[in-house]
């Protein structure tokens, strides 16, 4: 599995747009990046994948540059409800022995009003 | 029409004691996992089992055994309960094993499980 660098922490407000930058220098030819949401008290949840370009859907956008060693996910408009922790995957197989399929510490983002 | 449910949300217990906790998905998925969310808020695999067989077996401590009665269900029990196991456990399912890749696959998480061992 890709290993991920993402910013600990950000801070916004109601309204704006937020882009929270992953840096995945290693990233393998099949590796598919997804993005995962995880609001206190819940498990995560799925919001986007992509593998090159952009990705849209309802929620957020996916812009992945030419070499895909790094990738940014934008939400437009944050609202309070936006405030959770959000994780950056990119692997596409791993090692059934001897490694951790782990979800890093993630990027706490904070809403405030 | 909950997708990947838990049972109980939150278990207090003590030192020693043999705790279960069950997990359900309908949405007729091949693979189930079991996740371990520490104080750090690290989410790191324990187990998965694809069609009821096992297919990832982490650095877990043997006291954690997982059973799969079906492949809708995916129960883990946990012997001899220590201090560190107090964690937040979260049961997962995807279409498929996220060994054949993660195009499509995503995985889809239950509520949590809060244990507290005192």
């Known amino acids: 599995l890709a290993k991920t660098t993402q910013p600990i922490s950000m801070d916004s407000y109601e309204g704006q747009e937020v882009n929270i930058t992953c840096s995945h220098n290693n990233i393998a030819t099949n590796d598919y990046i997804t993005w995962y949401q995880q609001f206190p008290s819940q498990g995560p949840r799925f919001i986007i994948q992509?593998?090159?370009t952009k990705v849209t859907n309802e929620v957020a956008s996916l812009f992945i540059p030419a070499d895909r060693k790094s990738s940014t996910l934008s939400l437009p408009r944050v609202s309070l409800s936006d405030t959770a922790v959000y994780y950056c995957?990119?692997?596409?197989?791993?090692?059934?022995?001897?490694?951790?399929?782990?979800f890093g510490p993630g990027t706490r983002l904070s809403v405030l009003p | 029409d909950t997708a990947v449910s838990q049972t109980p949300k939150y278990l207090v217990t003590q030192m020693g004691n043999d705790k279960s906790i069950k997990c359900e998905q309908n949405?007729?998925?091949?693979?189930m996992y079991w996740y371990k969310q520490d104080s750090k808020k690290f989410l790191k695999i324990m187990f998965s089992y694809n069609n009821k067989e096992l297919i990832i077996n982490e650095t877990v401590p043997n006291r954690f055994s997982p059973k799969s009665p079906d492949k809708a269900h995916l129960n883990l029990h946990i012997n001899s309960l220590e201090l560190g196991d107090s964690a937040v456990y979260f049961c997962?399912?995807?279409?498929?094993?996220?060994?054949?890749?993660?195009?499509?696959?995503?995985?889809?998480f239950g509520p949590g499980t809060r244990l507290t061992v005192l």
């Open positions: 997962a399912s995807s279409p498929k094993p996220l060994t054949s890749g993660t195009r499509g696959n995503e995985q889809f």
């Open positions: 992509g593998y090159k």
């Open positions: 949405l007729g998925h091949d693979t």
């Open positions: 995957l990119v692997g596409s197989t791993f090692d059934n022995y001897g490694q951790n399929f782990v």
